[in-house]
């Protein structure tokens, strides 16, 4: 637990949540540079484009090629920035790019992480694809022991999971050096700062990248509403006046307020009883269609995993290591509505005798 009178802003990369000493990464350390979140595209001026383009041909064309060259541009709708006008004897000379091949938001290639002469997890390999405008639902099942949290720390670059033993852990391509604020860790123990009011904890993370008082606080109200609490009643509270499902909310848009491109969640809902369980999914659900993240989600819920969707990891243990993936359709409805669909039971019911088999045949071979 933050001890509460630490209030020395850490690194934003943990800004999302302030974890637990134990669970401190190296506060202070600025996040590496491939940890920095995409900055939008700016706009394409195609004017200046298509200019700079002529001045490029100019200089590269004969004077024989250039009236060619010009007349094509002419005769061309899209002038220029597609590449097509360039010709010289009706051979194109500036060929379009073919598409970039995507990269994949996470990859573990081979990944084994020991502590001393004991194998937590061992060659661990997966590949989460980056969908445009859609990110992926990541569910990870897996009996205790198995590794779950240490396949997540490891993404969030957190210590002492981090760095991994042998292996490679790719963030958009990238080897990660440590935390980023390209990525937002939710723990199992709803860490806030004790003498913070959930108004300054959901701030806190905006005031470690500076964002102006006024504003921070604006969108902090914002998202307190968007978690499903009371702006007017809860903003002023401490956390220890709260339950566990409220405090949990706190955590979770603290988290999300910073729209960090990769979410990690460790039993988020764990301690929730069914009903608020089911509206934190839906809430997720929802939060994840709007800012189409990509969520990774440790749970030990079959029907949690089946209602998130997408692409479930079924982790084994001793050492840990993927059983097997799953696609499942992502939600088309309310959990509570879902979760008594005959199709979505037989779905979960398949993943239960398919975890049962993988691990009954494991146990055999060993
Ligand atoms: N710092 C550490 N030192 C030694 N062993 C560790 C350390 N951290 C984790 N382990 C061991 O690694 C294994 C995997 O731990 P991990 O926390 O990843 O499991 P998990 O699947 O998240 O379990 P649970 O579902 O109970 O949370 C466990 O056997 C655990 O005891
Ligand atoms: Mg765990």
Redesign the pocket.
Known sequence: MTDGDDQKPPAPATAATPPPADQQPSAGVPPPADAVPRAPAPPVDKAAAEAALRALESELLSDEEKPKVAAAAAASREPAVTGTPAVTGGTPIIKPLAPAKPVPVVVFDKVTKT?GK?T?IKDVSFTIDDHPGRGEMVPIL?P???????VIRLIAGLT??FPQTSGKVLVDGKIIRGPGSDRGMVFQDYTSFDNRTVLENVAFGLECRGVPRSERLDRARLWIGKVGLSIKKDADKYPSELSGGMRQRVAIARTLILEPRIILMD?PFGALDPPTRARMQDLLVELWREQSPTVFF?T?SVEEAVYLGDHVLIFSSSP?TILKEVKVPPPDRPAKELQRDPKFLELVYDIKDTIEQLESSQRGGD
């Open positions: 502590y004991f937590a897996g205790s022991g198995c590794g779950k949290s240490t002492p999971q039993e440790i030990h840990g």
